[in-house]
């Protein structure tokens, strides 16, 4: 035990029954290939995929049938060929027992492939982003349960680094054994796809963490890892307390580091992955395989050989189960998961997801829950709560339908692990009121998102109705203006004829007064010489002699006057 000194613990948990020896005494077996596989479009969290392929087409295996239809999505792959028979609702593995839109392919038995490229030892050389590419393509999602598109958590953003690379091996819920079954079965597989996803994330430390239940699966990893001699990896052993496998408890047991409440591993600069996926991505790199198939354990009450089995998705669970030789007459349910966290299954008929990892049968529950009595407020549930909540308070606070306070207690860090409800005295069953309460804001937050949207529309069509009131009313102003002022100018137009008139009245006035001056000047210079009207035609002879003399002298004063004038002129030319 010297390698608990260097690790972390969570708080709370538990100690159960395991239950995994039966499953995991057999090897490995292949599913059989269903008559008709049911590929739900959505076995992710996010957007449905949308199909690209039509009833009555040939499909081959591993080909894209329906594409991601956003950046939370993941396309799906046809686990096998054959022909689209069918695209409809049909029962999925779901609490509610809900349908959804299935891909039916009829298998043709012969498992043709689309194009498949041969092992590549050289994945390391591919650049990041490509590499993200590839899983995104291979519709690659969490498979320890949530199925979050793995490709977004390969890519840390560009204001974090990843200094720790964690692979989940921790498998702590009873009877679940698929992924201890894969680290046995394929160490080198594993190694090599958290390589990869090292590379995508520019990582600088890995750890494989696994509980010390798993010693197979441990020495398996080991022997992997010495014949690389990959310092940077540590395959770290774990006490078996459930909830170990938890993402934020394993990262707490694994790194002493607690992720903040509310917050994701990659604040404190973890990336943590389950080892099924690190396959799947291993498998997409280096060989162009998307995922369609992954391992499930079958195990429970009348199931008489406990196994787990390489299934093809979309594999009616009712097929499993009778490959594995059940007796319905000693099974009341069917859980699709662990007993702690698992849900019923409402119908055999429901196909495996890629976030199927075990199928439980059980004639009575692990823990029965008879009569609910008063919460005594013994604390027992604080105890062992392993995300350090108050679940009796949450309780309190659900069950009044105060989900305000609920969120004041941080129901969201509760990871519905079940032990609170294991251990209460009263029966109480926590969890159901934790996940009603998590429904109930989910749907309220969608109402607000939704009034939300509703109410920026009508804003919005408010605002436009008002803008263009107020853009015809400019318009009219502008046009208005424009009337007024073609109305100035024409007035103003007249107004100049008017002036231009009256200017030329006075003009031809004054032309009229001037024409009179030269008139009078005129009829002045025509003077009657009154003084000379009463003289005797002698007298008169005589002077007009005296006027002709005078004149001719004036004629040649001016003859002489021009002479010397062009004398003048001609002296200046001279010179
Ligand atoms: S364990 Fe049950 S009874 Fe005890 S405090 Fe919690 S809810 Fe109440
Ligand atoms: S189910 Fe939630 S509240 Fe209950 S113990 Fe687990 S984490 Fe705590």
Redesign the pocket.
């Known amino acids: 035990m010297m390698y608990f000194s260097k690790l972390g613990h969570f708080h ?1 948990g538990l100690k159960l029954e395991q239950h995994k020896k039966e499953s995991l005494a057999s090897p490995v077996e292949m599913a059989k290939l269903p008559k008709k596989l049911y590929i739900p479009v959505q076995q992710h969290i996010g957007a449905a995929a949308e199909p690209v392929v039509n009833v009555g087409d040939k499909v081959r295996k591993a080909q894209v049938i329906a594409k991601a239809t956003d950046y939370l999505s993941a396309a799906i792959h046809a686990p096998s060929s054959g022909t689209v028979i069918a695209i409809k609702e049909h029962p999925v593995a779901h609490p509610s027992g809900k349908t959804a839109l299935c891909i039916v392919i009829e298998t043709d038995g012969k498992e043709n492939w689309r194009w498949r490229k041969e092992p590549s030892p050289d994945f390391l050389n591919i650049d990041p982003s490509a590499l993200r590419n590839i899983i995104r393509e291979a519709g690659i999602v969490g498979m320890g349960g949530a199925g979050f598109p793995s490709y977004i958590k390969m890519n840390p953003g560009y204001k974090n680094t990843v200094s720790t690379l964690i692979l989940n091996g921790a498998e702590c819920e009873p009877y679940i054994t698929c992924d201890a079954k894969i680290m046995q079965d394929q160490p080198r597989e594993i190694i090599n796809g958290l390589l990869i996803m090292r590379h995508a994330l520019q990582a600088e430390n890995c750890i494989i963490g696994l509980e010390d239940n798993k010693p197979e699966a441990f020495k398996a990893l080991v022997d992997a890892l010495h014949e690389d001699e990959l310092k940077f990896i540590r395959i770290q052993r774990i006490p078996t307390i459930y909830p170990a496998g938890g993402e934020k408890q394993l990262i707490k047991v694994l790194t002493k580091k607690e992720v903040p409440s509310g917050g994701l591993p990659i604040d404190i600069n973890v990336s943590c992955h389950n080892v099924a996926t690190a396959l799947a991505i291993y498998r997409a790199v280096a060989i162009q395989e998307p995922l369609i198939s992954r391992y499930v354990t079958v195990t429970g009450d009348g199931i008489k050989h406990a196994k787990n089995i390489e299934v093809l998705i979309g594999t009616p669970i009712s097929e499993i189960l009778q490959q594995c030789s059940i007796d319905y007459d000693n099974v009341d349910e069917i859980i699709i998961g662990g007993p702690m966290m698992g849900f019923n299954l409402h119908n055999d008929k429901s196909p495996v997801i890629k976030t199927t990892n075990c199928i439980l049968t059980l004639k009575n529950k692990v823990k029965t829950t008879p009569t609910v009595m008063p919460c005594i407020r013994c604390g027992e ?1 604080a105890r ?4 350090q ?1 108050v ?1 009796q308070q ?1 309780y309190w606070y659900a069950k009044a339908k105060d989900f305000d306070g609920t969120q004041k207690y941080n129901l969201f860090d ?8 294991y251990v209460c005295p009263s029966n109480i069953p ?2 159901q009121y ?1 996940r009603y309460a998590k429904t109930e804001i989910y749907a309220q937050e969608r109402d607000t998102v939704k009034s939300n949207i509703a109410r920026e529309r009508h804003e919005f069509r408010e605002f436009r109705i008002e803008r263009e009131k107020t853009e015809k009313a400019e318009k009219l102003r502008k046009k208005k203006e424009l009337l007024q002022n073609k109305k100035l100018k024409e007035k103003s137009g007249q107004d100049n004829d008017i002036t231009t008139t009256k200017k030329e009245s006075v003009k031809n006035d004054l032309v009229a007064q001037a024409m009179a001056r030269i008139q009078q000047k005129n009829d002045s210079q025509k003077i009657i010489k009154k003084n000379v009207s009463n003289l005797t035609t002698e007298q008169q002879n005589t002077i007009e002699e005296i006027d002709k003399r005078r004149n001719q002298q004036r004629e040649e004063k001016i003859k002489q006057a021009h002479e010397n004038d062009n004398n003048a002129q001609r002296e200046t030319l001279k010179k």
């Open positions: 709370g549930c062992v709560c392993p995300a909540l679940p949450l509760c990871i519905e692990c079940g032990c609170c409800a926590l969890v934790y």
